[in-house]
């Protein structure tokens, strides 16, 4: 069965920050933003990632600045992408132009890679046998067009990967109709039946289902207990609309 944790915050300069410590041991350093610390206003208030949220563009910049001196890279080194809930992952140490996907890997020693979300799921994955490591964005779309699949495509050996499932929306906040539903019917307990032809979708059960088809090992899961419900510790879609995105964000720690 994966692993559960509850993700316990520490101050980083202005900013509070939840890392992941279990990757550690694999000299690796993560850890997940909250909403506070930042300069936007409202109704992005206060720490947004994102800039297709409609929020002001050197707000945004310094919100980056922020998390970039909390991880301990030039900004200019914190990696991010314009996320489109398709399946593609983007290997930034060979080609470092692409734009748009959803999910970036490195092997790299120099930069952070950061994933931006508000309900979907943000994972981290780290290859036990090597120096790779990757974030990836996971919506429904993507879990239904194969992101994962696109990802593990980038390791040698998905048995050596870790996966990290970060704070996302919760089954029980998460109401979907029969058109996305029908994509995981086949999952046991990824869906329950709500009123009408409405369901609850459980998007964590989904990932660590669809890890486990592809190979990583059960023991190598770990899900984060904490939800984006209600929108008060991290951005939710559902609960806000306009909202901010925030980050799930790694690095080698051999330059930490």
């Not at 990290?164 to 996305?180: D, F, K, N």
Request: proline share 5%.
């Amino acid at each position: 069965m994966p692993v559960e944790l509850t993700l316990t915050p520490e101050s980083r300069g202005p900013l509070s920050v939840y890392p992941i410590k279990s990757v550690r041991q694999f000299d690796v350093v993560a850890f997940v933003t909250d909403r506070f610390g930042g300069v936007s206003e409202p109704p992005y208030n206060s720490l947004n990632l994102a800039t297709h949220v409609g929020d002001r563009i050197e707000h945004v910049r310094e919100n980056r600045q922020r998390v970039a001196n909390a991880i301990d890279v030039d900004p200019a080194h914190l990696i991010t992408i314009s996320q489109v809930h398709g399946t593609d992952v983007v290997d930034v140490d060979v080609d470092s132009s692409m734009r748009e996907g959803d999910g970036l890997v490195s092997a790299r020693g120099d930069l952070a890679l950061a994933i931006l979300v508000a309900d979907c799921v943000p994972i981290l994955l780290v290859d036990d046998a090597s120096t790779k490591f990757g974030v990836v964005h996971a919506g429904w779309r993507g879990l239904a067009g194969g992101v994962l699949k696109s990802a593990l495509a980038h390791f040698v050996n998905p048995g050596s990967v870790h996966a990290v499932l970060g704070p996302c929306i919760s089954m029980a906040g998460y109401q979907v109709g029969p058109e996305v539903a029908a994509h995981f019917i086949a999952i046991h307990d990824a869906l329950c039946a709500d009123e009408g032809d409405r369901s609850r979708l459980d998007l964590r059960h989904v990932v660590a289902s669809q890890l486990r088809e592809l190979g990583v090992v059960d023991q190598h899961v770990t899900l984060c207990r904490q939800s984006t419900d209600g929108g008060e510790v991290f951005y939710s879609d559902r609960a806000q609309r306009p909202c901010g995105r925030f980050a799930l964000v790694a690095k080698r720690s051999s330059h930490a």
